[in-house]
């Protein structure tokens, strides 16, 4: 089963229309609103072994990967494919210049870096195993190996917290894997893709969710 049966929003699909698909979408954002409430909480509790228990970093590593799946894998499969099926509407490279729609992947690091604008301190980003973009590319040892890790174990992020200073930040990295034919589609056929094989519900790369934890305790 691929992310798009996983999250109920392939084509085609008819089950409760769009009263269904408008309740994902405010179920989302209901939940993106808890997840940034809960990451306060994190940063205030997150090392404290001696207070108050507060809500791991895994599982809010959890929530936001779920809203950033479920939004992505929404735009994905009911608009990129949906209009570029219908001959409305196509998705490029150049979006800003040919006034088309962003592909799924720069959708996700767009909205990656209004998040970081907004002064979040939790950020994500999207890094591919094969990425047409250099830049895109793992940077650090843990996006490395992280990247090996869950192309062998998919179904389970890789995680590690770091101290920096005083500073703990934890970091997750999820696969990131081929939702729909849009993605194979421009990965197999650009011609700077280092890898041109890709099938549906491959692992294509991964997103790296990092949460600050605050001050380590002396």
């Known amino acids: 089963?691929?992310?798009?049966?996983?999250?109920?929003?392939?084509?085609?699909?008819?089950?409760?229309?769009?009263a269904m698909r408008g309740t994902k979408l405010a179920t989302?954002?209901?939940?993106?609103?808890?997840?940034?409430?809960?990451?306060?909480?994190?940063?205030?509790?997150g090392k404290q072994e001696s207070g108050p228990a507060?809500?791991?970093?895994?599982?809010?590593?959890?929530?936001?990967?779920?809203?950033?799946?479920?939004?992505?894998?929404?735009?994905?499969?009911?608009?990129?494919?949906?209009?570029?099926?219908?001959?409305?509407?196509?998705?490029?490279?150049?979006?800003?210049?040919?006034?088309?729609?962003?592909?799924?992947a720069q959708f996700l690091?767009?909205?990656?870096?209004?998040?970081m604008k907004t002064g979040t301190k939790v950020q994500y980003r999207l890094i591919g195993a094969w990425p047409i973009n250099p830049q895109n590319g793992p940077v650090t040892e843990f996006e490395k190996k992280g990247l090996e890790n869950v192309r062998t174990h998919p179904e389970r992020p890789y995680t590690e917290t770091v101290t920096s200073g005083t500073e703990q930040v934890f970091h997750a990295l999820y696969a990131d894997r081929a939702v729909s034919q849009a993605c194979i589609g421009c990965h197999n056929a650009h011609s700077r893709s280092p890898k041109r094989d890709f099938?549906?519900?491959?692992?294509?790369g991964g997103i790296v969710i990092?949460?600050?934890?605050?001050?380590?305790?002396?």
Not at 199 to 204: A, I, N, R, T
Request: hydrophobic share 45%.
């Open 1 to 18: 089963m691929n992310n798009a049966e996983r999250f109920g929003v392939e084509a085609g699909l008819t089950k409760g229309g769009c």
């Open 28 to 45: 989302g954002i209901g939940m993106l609103a808890v997840v940034m409430a809960a990451s306060g909480g994190a940063v205030a509790c």
């Open 210 to 218: 990092t949460i600050p934890l605050g001050k380590q305790a002396g």
């Open 199 to 204: 099938k549906l519900d491959d692992v294509m």
């Open 54 to 104: 507060g809500i791991p970093p895994e599982t809010v590593a959890d929530y936001v990967h779920a809203v950033i799946e479920a939004d992505r894998t929404f735009y994905t499969v009911q608009i990129v494919e949906r209009l570029q099926k219908r001959g409305r509407m196509v998705a490029s490279e150049d979006w800003r210049v040919k006034h088309t729609l962003p592909l799924p």
């Open 109 to 115: 690091m767009e909205s990656g870096d209004l998040a």
